[in-house]
Structure formats: C-alpha cells, structure tokens
C-alpha cells in the first residue's frame, strides 16, 4: 500500500495547489469547481493518503 499513498500523496497536492492558485484568481473557475472544492478533496485524498500508509504495516 506504500505505492497507493503516494499516488494519493502526489493528486492530493495537486489538488492543493491547484486550490491555492484558483482562489488566487490566477485562472479562472474550471469546470465551475471553486477554491473550497479544491482544498477540501485536497484534504480528503491527504487523509486517505495517511490512513494507506499506516495501514501497510503487517500483524503477525
């Protein structure tokens, strides 16, 4: 699962960055999807991100 949380780890920043640069009014609303879409699935694929990788650890 170490993979996946970085897969999750890296779309969540985008996600983020993305937020940021939108309310920055840099570019335009894509698609209509505001700043708080953005930073809230931002934040959601970044605790998924934490839950994937504390969940890799094996029990014997």
Not at 17 to 38: D, N, Q, R, Y
Request: glycine share 16%; with cysteine.
């Amino acid at each position: 699962m170490g993979i996946l949380a970085w897969i999750f780890g890296a779309i969540g920043g985008l996600c983020a960055v993305m937020g940021v640069i939108t309310a920055a009014g840099v570019i335009p609303e894509f698609a209509e999807l505001s700043w708080m879409f953005w930073l809230v699935l931002s934040a959601i694929l970044l605790l998924a991100t934490i839950a994937f990788a504390v969940g890799r650890g094996g029990y014997e």
